[in-house]
């Protein structure tokens, strides 16, 4: 539905996400996380009383597998067993599922957590009520908050605000050896203020975020700090001309690492001590991007520019890197409506205050096209690299440990395709070459690689019997400081359904795997795989699959002489959809009564 729809509408979501702790059936002791999510999925509140007011439907199902090595079963239970089962209850259009998982008789259980998320909607108003998002600027924040929030979206003019919890608190016994790393619990608030259309706009962002010192025990605060943080954004839009528009983004972010710390209590840091508290552990940082578009017919091009500062971080983002500036540009056109062709270049340094003992630089550029050559061929091929420079920062660096890297790769894909009234058939070919050396002066070649790969294809399609045959074949040989390795894998498979409904599919492959690491290992191994799949009456789905596997002593000292170990697997599984309950509304039943009449 659209965001700026004149219709009144509300849509409510509720989530709720349960975890069943359960050992992993394999291994002793073992244990896995089996998370399972409850949702009541949107709904608009002007339909539910259109909607039916009740309907019970469900799943239960089991999964059973076996496995068997010729060299032991230690990293793996032979047997595995699981049954799940699930149970959705729709009330007015609003459902609520429920599930269940158990596994190879164990029945341990963790209590199951939820989260709660209301999300109303009225012509251009939002609002959010408890693990929502909002869309702020990606400088400072791309995180969820626990709380709520409301916004608005018009055509032109918009605005949002919010207030929650960013992260809980994790408080567990410092004296226990086996409690979890302490977080304090982090609070926030945003607002967003924005005007424009797609093209020329401008949106002002403002994130406040901190940790609260007496969330975690006292005796925790002597090993981790609690954070503080005010972050400001604006971002906007120009379009010049038809073919030419301009965009930016800048960020600042004043940022605490210990909010415990001695306040500063002069000059401009005392001014703004309402909105902020400076303190001896606080930082000023900036984030910055532009670029300038262009599109002109059959050719599009990008120039931009992203600068962020060393120790740039804001308490709304999991992760940010920083210390660094890039500048690249990308291009794309079309020739003679059949030829497609793309290009980009782009370089990074880091050390942007020359405050690091090293710089370190990189570039990155390609140039790839694509044509198609009459209906039957196609053509692509590609030029991808990368070099990588390290020059002198505060320090003079080494020439036997200067970072000089280049990366080459190449590749060459085309394909041919014949379509008759009985079989069809899709030829392709792939080659490809990389390169990655060191250029240091000094450099023994110790770490230089050189691959070659190429593989080539056939699909076969026998259309009276609706069925597909696939054989490939591939080569790859890489090529290092005094060693060689090579690997060849000829793949067959082929597929089809049966019955008069099509209810039963059945599909079958083998490989053959030979690799080769000169004067250490030379491996063979062989793989047979079969699966089915039968679906009766629309509700019943059975599912069996089967593996062999075949291949040669792995251990690197060791010299190929026969297939000795051997593999073998298989999976039945069976599950089943139901129908509980379907009470539907009078109005409906009214209307069905009258059409039978």
Not at 112 to 119: A, C, L, N, R, V
Not at 132 to 160: D, H, P, Q
Not at 511 to 529: A, P, T
């Amino acid at each position: 539905m659209s965001r700026n729809s004149q219709h009144p509408r509300a849509y409510i979501y509720i989530l709720c996400t349960a975890a069943l702790l359960l050992p992993y059936p394999g291994g002793a002791g073992g244990s896995l996380l089996h998370a399972q999510s409850l949702t009541l999925g949107q709904n608009t509140i002007s339909n539910i009383a259109k909607s039916d007011p009740l309907i019970i439907t469900g799943a239960i199902g089991t999964n059973n597998t076996y496995y068997h090595s010729s060299v032991g079963d230690g990293y793996r239970s032979p047997w595995g067993n699981s049954v799940y089962a699930n149970l959705n209850i729709s009330l007015y259009g609003i459902s609520m599922p429920f599930a269940f998982y158990y596994s190879n008789n164990n029945s341990s259980f963790n209590y199951p957590h939820f989260s709660f998320h209301i999300d109303p909607t009225y012509k251009n108003w939002r609002a959010h009520f408890g693990r929502s998002t909002m869309a702020l600027s990606s400088y400072i924040m791309n995180t969820s908050f626990n709380g709520v929030g409301l916004e608005y979206n018009s055509s032109k003019l918009r605005f949002g605000a919010f207030y929650g919890e960013l992260r809980n608190a994790v408080n567990d016994d410092p004296a226990d050896p086996k409690a979890r790393s302490p977080q304090y619990r982090r609070m926030g608030w945003g607002f967003k203020l924005g005007y424009g259309s797609q093209r020329s706009f401008l949106d002002l962002y403002l994130l406040r975020a901190y940790d609260r010192t007496n969330s975690i025990d006292e005796r925790w605060r002597d090993r981790i700090s609690p954070k503080d943080n005010l972050a400001v954004a604006l971002r906007g839009g120009l379009g010049l001309t038809g073919w030419l528009s301009l965009r930016g983004n800048v960020a600042f972010s004043a940022f605490t690492s210990d909010k415990m710390a001695q306040r500063i209590t002069t000059g401009d840091a005392d001014r703004w001590a309402n909105v902020f508290s400076t303190r001896y552990t606080s930082l000023m940082r900036l984030a910055t991007d532009v670029s300038a578009n262009i599109n002109v017919k059959n050719f599009a091009t990008q120039i931009y520019y992203k600068m962020v500062q060393p120790d740039y971080s804001t308490l709304g983002l999991y992760y940010t890197s920083n210390n660094y500036q890039s500048l690249g540009i990308n291009a794309s056109t079309m020739l003679f409506k059949t030829i497609s062709l793309s290009a980009n270049f782009s370089g990074q340094e880091d050390n942007i205050t020359r405050n690091q003992l090293y710089t370190t630089r990189g570039f990155i550029y390609s140039a790839n096209a694509a044509t198609n050559v009459g209906e039957r061929i196609t053509l692509s091929a590609g030029y991808n690299g990368y070099r990588q420079l390290q020059s002198d920062g505060k320090a003079h660096v080494n020439d036997s440990t200067r970072v000089n890297r280049i990366m080459h790769s190449l590749y060459f894909s085309p394909s041919y395709t014949i379509d008759g009234d009985r079989t069809g058939h899709i030829f392709s070919l792939s080659a490809s070459y990389t390169e990655n050396r060191d250029l240091n002066k000094l450099a023994t070649g110790i770490s230089d690689v050189r691959s070659i790969a190429f593989g080539v294809s056939h699909s076969l399609q026998l259309k009276s019997l609706e069925m597909d045959v696939n054989t490939s074949f591939s080569h790859q040989q890489s090529k290092g400081y005094q060693t060689r390795y090579s690997s060849d894998v000829l793949t067959v498979g082929t597929g089809r359904s049966f019955l008069k409904e099509k209810n039963l599919h059945a599909s079958a492959d083998l490989s053959l795997c030979y690799n080769d690491i000169r004067h250490q290992q030379r491996m063979l191994s062989l793989g047979f795989n079969l699966s089915a799949g039968y679906t009766l009456a629309k509700v019943h789905f059975f599912n069996l699959s089967a593996g062999f596997n075949k291949y040669s002593d792995t251990n690197l000292s060791a010299d190929y002489t026969s297939m000795g170990t051997t593999e073998v697997s298989a999976s039945l599984g069976y599950n089943y959809t139901f129908s509980l309950l379907h009470l539907k509304r009078k109005a409906e039943k009214t209307a069905s009564g009258l059409n039978d009449k």
